[in-house]
């Protein structure tokens, strides 16, 4: 089993010890993104709306890197420190996907890396 590590300047570098994602067949394991401005390295200073729009932004970059897009995602884990963010979550991911939504899991967490508010990661499987 091969493992590619896919990396693209157009989403936000790794802040740690791991790959923006890794590929593995037709297997995509997209690693966490929080709302970081690729050029900048900084967070989105906007609203929730605009930094869920930055992650799936990168997210999108991401993915497109590895040879998919966002209608790849079969697997989309969201990491919320308010959950009172969840309306806005589905707001925004409806101009971003479309039906079949991908399978979905959202988690209320204390804290999340660089004081951001949101992370998503995904598993994406190219056709």
């Given at each position: 089993?091969?493992?590619?590590?896919?990396?693209?300047?157009?989403?936000?570098?790794?802040?740690?010890?791991?790959?923006?994602?890794?590929?593995?067949d037709q297997m995509v394991f997209l690693s966490g993104q929080i709302p970081l401005i690729p050029s900048t390295m900084t967070l989105h200073p906007g609203d929730i709306s605009a930094q869920i729009r930055q992650i799936l932004d990168?997210?999108?970059?991401?993915?497109?890197?590895a040879g998919g897009d966002l209608q790849h995602i079969v697997k989309l884990t969201i990491y919320l420190t308010d959950l009172k963010n969840f309306d806005a979550v589905n707001q925004v991911m409806t101009d971003y996907f479309q039906p079949p939504y991908p399978a979905r899991a959202v988690v209320g967490v204390a804290s999340l890396p660089r004081g951001a508010a949101i992370e998503m990661d995904a598993i994406m499987i190219l056709s």
């Open positions: 089993m091969v493992h590619e590590v896919i990396k693209t300047s157009n989403a936000p570098d790794a802040i740690g010890t791991y790959s923006q994602a890794i590929k593995v990168n997210l999108r970059a991401v993915a497109g890197a």
